[in-house]
């Protein structure tokens, strides 16, 4: 079985400009969440949609936003890009629902350098 | 509010040697916790995760943690280090009021000498 899938695998921009990142969840998933990883850092939560709907968001600007579509795949938009932003962004995905103790499975990551 | 404190940046071990890696957490009520191990380059792979049933953990490659309420501590170990566990691991907690969001350490960076 595929687990959680994203595209692209690297990319590079300049500032100012959008990004989109893709993420397709494990089969039978239906929510998502979306993480930002900063060189020698833990993760960060950005947000995280169950059944289309956004069910959390964590500390990071209105540039940052993100939706889910009825296959329960999930796209991250970033606008504005500040050098900032450099980084690898973790798509995870979950069976969902209420439990706090569902096992969260994630992708390889998508390695954005804005330059 | 839940955190999670990973004690050591960077552990060094001998092939062969007892891997300990350490991870204390703060929450308000029981925990869910989770280690994962992130190789370079690449995504996150769950090692273990605790959900209030036994407290000490099996986890893959021969990875175990304990979970102790009254140290608030869930620390990672693995009797004998094999150089192929160099690799960064993070603990995590889960966020009572929000399935699907997890807290990470900082993280501890694993190297095995020969």
């Known amino acids: 079985d595929a687990g959680v899938t994203q595209s692209p695998t690297h990319l590079i921009k300049t500032r100012g400009q959008h990004v989109t990142l893709r993420c397709s969840p494990i089969s039978g998933h239906k929510s998502v969440s979306w993480y930002q990883q900063v060189l020698g850092q833990g993760p960060q939560f950005i947000f995280q949609y169950y059944e289309k709907e956004e069910r959390g968001r964590g500390n990071f600007p209105d540039r940052f936003s993100a939706r889910q579509f009825p296959n329960y795949s999930s796209e991250l938009n970033v606008n504005a890009l500040l050098l900032g932003d450099s980084a690898l962004y973790l798509c995870?995905?979950?069976?969902?629902?209420?439990?706090?103790?569902?096992?969260?499975?994630f992708g390889e990551g998508s390695w954005l350098t804005v330059v | 509010a839940q955190s999670v404190t990973q004690l050591g940046s960077h552990v060094s071990v001998s092939e062969g040697a007892l891997v300990l890696l350490r991870c204390n957490y703060s929450s308000s009520v029981p925990p869910y916790l989770f280690w994962y191990v992130q190789y370079p380059n690449q995504g996150l792979q769950l090692l273990l995760k605790?959900?209030?049933?036994?407290?000490l953990v099996k986890g893959i490659n021969g990875f175990e943690a304990e979970f102790k309420k009254s140290e608030t501590s869930f620390h990672l170990t693995k009797p004998s280090a094999h150089m192929s566990d160099a690799a960064e691991y993070f603990c995590?907690?889960?966020?009572?009021?929000?399935?699907?969001?997890?807290?990470f350490g900082q993280g501890t960076e694993l190297s095995v000498k020969p």
């Open positions: 605790y959900t209030s049933a036994a407290t």
């Open positions: 995870a995905s979950s069976l969902g629902g209420s439990s706090s103790g569902n096992t969260i499975y």
């Open positions: 995590a907690v889960s966020d009572q009021n929000q399935g699907g969001k997890l807290i």
